[in-house]
Antibody
Framework: EVQLVESGGGLVQPGGSLRLSCAAS????????MSWVRQAPGKGLEWVAN????????YYVDSVKGRFTISRDNAKNSLYLQMNSLRAEDTAVYYC??????WGQGTLVTVSS | DVVMTQSPLSLPVTLGQPASISCRSS???????????LNWFQQRPGQSPRRLIY???NRDSGVPDRFSGSGSGTDFTLKISRVEAEDVGVYYC??????????FGPGTKVDIK
Protein backbone atom coordinates (compact mmCIF):
# COMPACT_ATOMS: atom_id res chain seq x y z
CA GLU A 1 0.00 0.00 0.00
CA VAL A 2 1.32 3.41 -0.99
CA GLN A 3 1.86 5.67 2.02
CA LEU A 4 3.05 9.26 2.15
CA VAL A 5 3.54 10.81 5.58
CA GLU A 6 4.42 14.47 5.89
CA SER A 7 6.04 16.07 8.91
CA GLY A 8 7.82 19.23 9.92
CA GLY A 9 4.99 21.72 9.90
CA GLY A 10 4.41 24.22 12.66
CA LEU A 11 4.27 27.86 13.63
CA VAL A 12 7.04 30.09 12.33
CA GLN A 13 7.55 33.83 12.30
CA PRO A 14 7.59 35.81 9.06
CA GLY A 15 11.06 35.63 7.53
CA GLY A 16 11.75 32.32 9.22
CA SER A 17 12.54 28.90 7.82
CA LEU A 18 11.05 25.44 8.01
CA ARG A 19 11.90 22.08 6.47
CA LEU A 20 9.11 19.70 5.55
CA SER A 21 9.68 15.99 5.10
CA CYS A 22 7.63 13.30 3.40
CA ALA A 23 8.31 9.65 4.16
CA ALA A 24 7.26 7.36 1.34
CA SER A 25 6.57 3.63 1.47
CA UNK A 26 4.78 0.94 -0.46
CA UNK A 27 6.29 1.76 -3.85
CA UNK A 28 9.63 2.23 -5.57
CA UNK A 29 10.22 5.84 -4.57
CA UNK A 30 13.12 6.36 -6.96
CA UNK A 31 10.87 5.63 -9.95
CA UNK A 32 8.49 8.55 -9.56
CA UNK A 33 8.34 12.30 -9.91
CA MET A 34 7.23 13.76 -6.58
CA SER A 35 5.40 16.98 -5.83
CA TRP A 36 4.40 19.37 -3.08
CA VAL A 37 0.92 20.91 -3.25
CA ARG A 38 -0.47 23.36 -0.72
CA GLN A 39 -3.86 24.54 0.42
CA ALA A 40 -4.35 27.76 2.35
CA PRO A 41 -7.05 27.61 5.04
CA GLY A 42 -10.46 27.48 3.39
CA LYS A 43 -8.93 27.92 -0.07
CA GLY A 44 -8.17 25.81 -3.12
CA LEU A 45 -5.22 23.70 -4.17
CA GLU A 46 -1.94 25.19 -5.42
CA TRP A 47 0.90 23.19 -6.91
CA VAL A 48 4.18 24.29 -5.33
CA ALA A 49 7.04 22.25 -6.76
CA ASN A 50 8.05 18.93 -8.22
CA UNK A 51 11.23 16.92 -8.68
CA UNK A 52 12.32 14.28 -11.13
CA UNK A 53 13.18 10.75 -10.11
CA UNK A 54 16.92 11.37 -9.83
CA UNK A 55 16.62 14.95 -8.61
CA UNK A 56 18.10 16.35 -11.82
CA UNK A 57 15.05 18.49 -12.63
CA UNK A 58 13.11 20.69 -10.24
CA TYR A 59 10.28 23.11 -10.95
CA TYR A 60 8.55 25.70 -8.82
CA VAL A 61 5.53 27.96 -8.87
CA ASP A 62 6.67 31.56 -9.33
CA SER A 63 5.56 32.66 -5.87
CA VAL A 64 8.11 30.41 -4.14
CA LYS A 65 11.05 30.58 -6.56
CA GLY A 66 14.23 31.59 -4.78
CA ARG A 67 12.71 30.88 -1.36
CA PHE A 68 11.75 27.19 -1.44
CA THR A 69 13.92 24.22 -2.41
CA ILE A 70 12.60 20.78 -3.17
CA SER A 71 14.92 17.80 -2.75
CA ARG A 72 14.82 14.06 -2.28
CA ASP A 73 16.87 11.23 -0.82
CA ASN A 74 16.08 8.04 -2.71
CA ALA A 75 18.11 5.96 -0.27
CA LYS A 76 15.82 7.13 2.52
CA ASN A 77 12.61 7.16 0.44
CA SER A 78 12.11 10.74 1.48
CA LEU A 79 11.03 14.01 -0.09
CA TYR A 80 11.82 17.41 1.39
CA LEU A 81 10.79 21.03 1.07
CA GLN A 82 13.13 23.63 2.51
CA MET A 83 11.16 26.85 3.00
CA ASN A 84 13.04 30.09 3.68
CA SER A 85 11.94 33.72 3.95
CA LEU A 86 8.47 32.57 4.86
CA ARG A 87 5.54 34.94 4.44
CA ALA A 88 2.04 35.02 5.88
CA GLU A 89 0.69 33.95 2.49
CA ASP A 90 2.67 30.70 2.73
CA THR A 91 0.35 29.59 5.54
CA ALA A 92 -1.23 26.37 4.30
CA VAL A 93 -1.50 22.64 4.60
CA TYR A 94 1.33 21.19 2.55
CA TYR A 95 0.70 17.87 0.83
CA CYS A 96 3.26 15.50 -0.59
CA UNK A 97 1.96 13.78 -3.72
CA UNK A 98 3.05 11.05 -6.09
CA UNK A 99 1.99 11.78 -9.66
CA UNK A 100 -1.35 13.16 -8.41
CA UNK A 101 -2.65 9.68 -7.65
CA UNK A 102 -1.46 9.40 -4.08
CA TRP A 103 -1.44 12.14 -1.46
CA GLY A 104 -0.31 12.35 2.12
CA GLN A 105 -2.46 13.66 4.95
CA GLY A 106 -0.72 17.02 4.88
CA THR A 107 1.21 19.08 7.41
CA LEU A 108 0.12 22.56 8.50
CA VAL A 109 2.51 25.48 8.20
CA THR A 110 1.47 28.69 9.93
CA VAL A 111 3.47 31.85 9.35
CA SER A 112 2.58 34.43 11.95
CA SER A 113 4.15 36.70 14.52
CA ASP B 1 0.24 30.15 -17.06
CA VAL B 2 -2.93 28.28 -17.93
CA VAL B 3 -5.91 29.61 -16.01
CA MET B 4 -8.58 27.11 -15.05
CA THR B 5 -12.13 28.21 -14.30
CA GLN B 6 -15.02 26.16 -12.95
CA SER B 7 -18.76 26.63 -12.78
CA PRO B 8 -20.73 26.62 -10.71
CA LEU B 9 -18.63 27.29 -7.63
CA SER B 10 -21.41 25.99 -5.42
CA LEU B 11 -23.73 23.14 -6.34
CA PRO B 12 -26.54 22.07 -4.02
CA VAL B 13 -27.87 18.73 -5.21
CA THR B 14 -30.68 16.36 -4.33
CA LEU B 15 -29.72 12.81 -3.42
CA GLY B 16 -30.21 10.49 -6.34
CA GLN B 17 -30.23 13.30 -8.87
CA PRO B 18 -27.50 14.04 -11.44
CA ALA B 19 -24.89 16.76 -11.06
CA SER B 20 -22.57 18.40 -13.55
CA ILE B 21 -19.49 20.60 -13.12
CA SER B 22 -17.89 22.57 -15.92
CA CYS B 23 -14.18 23.33 -16.21
CA ARG B 24 -12.61 25.62 -18.79
CA SER B 25 -8.98 26.32 -19.56
CA SER B 26 -7.48 29.52 -20.96
CA UNK B 27 -5.79 27.54 -23.73
CA UNK B 28 -6.14 24.16 -25.33
CA UNK B 29 -5.01 21.28 -23.14
CA UNK B 30 -4.08 19.05 -26.05
CA UNK B 31 -0.44 18.07 -25.57
CA UNK B 32 2.00 17.66 -28.43
CA UNK B 33 1.91 13.93 -27.67
CA UNK B 34 -1.80 13.87 -28.52
CA UNK B 35 -3.02 13.41 -24.97
CA UNK B 36 -5.11 15.87 -23.00
CA UNK B 37 -3.93 16.07 -19.40
CA LEU B 38 -7.04 17.15 -17.57
CA ASN B 39 -7.69 15.58 -14.17
CA TRP B 40 -10.54 15.78 -11.72
CA PHE B 41 -10.09 15.56 -7.96
CA GLN B 42 -12.51 15.13 -5.09
CA GLN B 43 -11.77 16.51 -1.63
CA ARG B 44 -14.16 15.37 1.04
CA PRO B 45 -14.41 17.48 4.21
CA GLY B 46 -11.29 17.07 6.33
CA GLN B 47 -9.61 14.76 3.85
CA SER B 48 -6.77 14.93 1.36
CA PRO B 49 -7.61 15.27 -2.32
CA ARG B 50 -8.29 12.11 -4.28
CA ARG B 51 -7.96 11.85 -8.03
CA LEU B 52 -11.13 10.61 -9.73
CA ILE B 53 -10.48 11.10 -13.41
CA TYR B 54 -7.32 11.42 -15.48
CA UNK B 55 -6.81 12.40 -19.11
CA UNK B 56 -10.35 13.77 -19.38
CA UNK B 57 -12.36 10.59 -19.11
CA ASN B 58 -10.42 7.77 -17.45
CA ARG B 59 -11.68 6.74 -14.03
CA ASP B 60 -9.10 5.89 -11.40
CA SER B 61 -9.19 2.53 -9.69
CA GLY B 62 -11.98 2.26 -7.14
CA VAL B 63 -13.90 5.28 -8.42
CA PRO B 64 -17.62 4.50 -8.77
CA ASP B 65 -18.93 4.43 -12.31
CA ARG B 66 -21.46 7.14 -11.49
CA PHE B 67 -18.55 9.55 -12.04
CA SER B 68 -17.70 10.35 -15.63
CA GLY B 69 -15.55 12.91 -17.38
CA SER B 70 -15.81 14.32 -20.86
CA GLY B 71 -14.70 17.21 -23.02
CA SER B 72 -11.94 18.34 -25.29
CA GLY B 73 -9.71 21.30 -26.06
CA THR B 74 -10.67 23.90 -23.49
CA ASP B 75 -14.06 22.69 -22.24
CA PHE B 76 -14.50 19.79 -19.84
CA THR B 77 -17.24 18.34 -17.68
CA LEU B 78 -17.45 16.10 -14.64
CA LYS B 79 -20.79 14.37 -14.22
CA ILE B 80 -22.22 12.44 -11.32
CA SER B 81 -25.11 10.34 -12.58
CA ARG B 82 -26.84 9.94 -9.20
CA VAL B 83 -25.48 11.87 -6.26
CA GLU B 84 -24.91 9.98 -3.04
CA ALA B 85 -24.26 11.41 0.41
CA GLU B 86 -20.57 10.42 0.25
CA ASP B 87 -20.11 12.67 -2.79
CA VAL B 88 -20.29 15.82 -0.68
CA GLY B 89 -17.08 17.80 -0.94
CA VAL B 90 -15.12 20.08 -3.23
CA TYR B 91 -14.24 19.08 -6.78
CA TYR B 92 -11.23 20.47 -8.61
CA CYS B 93 -10.08 20.22 -12.18
CA UNK B 94 -6.36 20.40 -12.86
CA UNK B 95 -4.33 20.70 -16.03
CA UNK B 96 -1.07 18.86 -16.52
CA UNK B 97 -0.40 19.72 -20.15
CA UNK B 98 1.34 23.08 -19.91
CA UNK B 99 3.57 22.87 -16.89
CA UNK B 100 5.20 24.27 -14.90
CA UNK B 101 3.08 25.24 -13.21
CA UNK B 102 0.34 22.64 -12.91
CA UNK B 103 -2.81 24.66 -12.30
CA PHE B 104 -6.06 23.89 -10.55
CA GLY B 105 -9.52 25.33 -10.93
CA PRO B 106 -10.99 27.21 -7.96
CA GLY B 107 -13.11 24.27 -6.88
CA THR B 108 -16.83 23.49 -6.89
CA LYS B 109 -18.45 22.79 -3.55
CA VAL B 110 -21.07 20.07 -3.77
CA ASP B 111 -23.51 19.67 -0.91
CA ILE B 112 -26.93 18.17 -0.34
CA LYS B 113 -30.04 20.31 -0.56
Amino acid sequence: EVQLVESGGGLVQPGGSLRLSCAASGFTFSSYWMSWVRQAPGKGLEWVANIKQDGSEKYYVDSVKGRFTISRDNAKNSLYLQMNSLRAEDTAVYYCARDSTHWGQGTLVTVSS
Amino acid sequence: DVVMTQSPLSLPVTLGQPASISCRSSQSLVHSDGNTYLNWFQQRPGQSPRRLIYKVSNRDSGVPDRFSGSGSGTDFTLKISRVEAEDVGVYYCMQGTHWPPFTFGPGTKVDIK
